[in-house]
């Protein structure tokens, strides 16, 4: 028999789990093994029979434990959840290294300091377009993680909607391999920043399609993911990746245009 204060825990039958997790019960709430535990859980006509082992004295307590295992949550009327779980403050600070990167471009642009440590500015670029994409990986790996973590949206949690994220998801792959088809390693890792320059700026597809086809097929990818796991969490987690982009494009675009000018002032100069 329990002592006196311990708090006697016991596994919580299906035909509970509606009822609120870890629910304490004081003695005018515990019965004989004939009678049920009921009030306070939601269930007037069934409950929890107590055995006569665990009839308790009077300081003892009885703490209902949740069922093992995950309980699917749905968002209705409680609206959507945020991601509040480490994996997606970790997909965020990933895709936040994408301005980062290009900070590290601009001053490998400025000083060589990456070429002159690497021995050539190939190695170096190489080496910075490894780091970038593990930080793909990791926010790929924290961004689905943080999805299966959160509740799902039942407004997208059908048939036609899961057929809508695949196409997106379809449709974002065909830019991001094509774009990295047309580019090439240094040129899809900022390899303009290391003086690692093509004839001219690539203006075939998808490039004749959509400006920046790498960002936007990479953000299409994110969002039917998003939907084909019905997860408001994941929806916003790309509104947040779609938005760090955004700022990348405008780093990027201005000063990737200067290089090519400058390319080309020299090459008019030579002739």
């Known amino acids: 028999m329990p002592c006196p204060g311990q708090v006697v825990s016991l596994l919580w039958p299906s035909s509970l789990q509606e ?3 870890g629910q304490e019960m004081g003695l005018s709430q515990l019965r004989t093994p004939d009678q049920e535990v009921s009030r306070g859980l939601g269930h007037s006509e069934e409950g929890v029979s107590v055995p006569q082992a665990l009839a308790p004295r009077s300081l003892c307590r009885l703490h209902v434990l949740p069922p093992p295992g995950p309980r699917a949550v749905h968002c209705g009327s409680h609206g959507p959840a945020t991601p509040s779980s480490l994996d997606g403050l970790v997909a965020t600070h990933a895709g936040e290294g994408w301005t980062g990167r290009n900070q590290v471009a601009r001053w490998e642009h400025r000083t060589r300091k990456l070429s002159g440590a690497f021995g050539s500015p190939h190695l170096a670029c190489y080496t910075l377009g490894g780091a970038i994409l593990l930080l793909n990986v990791l926010r790929s790996h924290c961004f689905t993680q943080a999805m299966l973590s959160q509740p799902r949206m039942q407004s997208l949690d059908n048939p036609l909607a899961y057929r809508v994220g695949l196409a997106l998801l379809g449709v974002g792959g065909v830019f991001v391999l094509s774009s990295f088809l047309a580019l090439g390693f240094t040129g899809t890792f900022l390899g303009d920043y290391f003086g690692i320059l093509k004839e001219a700026r690539v203006t075939t597809f998808p490039f004749s399609v959509l400006d920046n086809p790498m960002y936007w097929g990479s953000t299409a990818n994110y969002l039917g993911w998003a939907i084909m796991h019905a997860s408001p969490a994941g929806l916003l987690l790309t509104m947040v990746v779609a938005l760090i982009y955004a700022v990348a494009i405008l780093y990027e675009e201005p ?17």
């Open 19 to 21: 009822a609120g997790d």
């Open 255 to 271: 000063f990737t245009a200067e290089i090519y000018r400058q390319k080309a002032s020299q090459a008019h100069k030579r002739s």
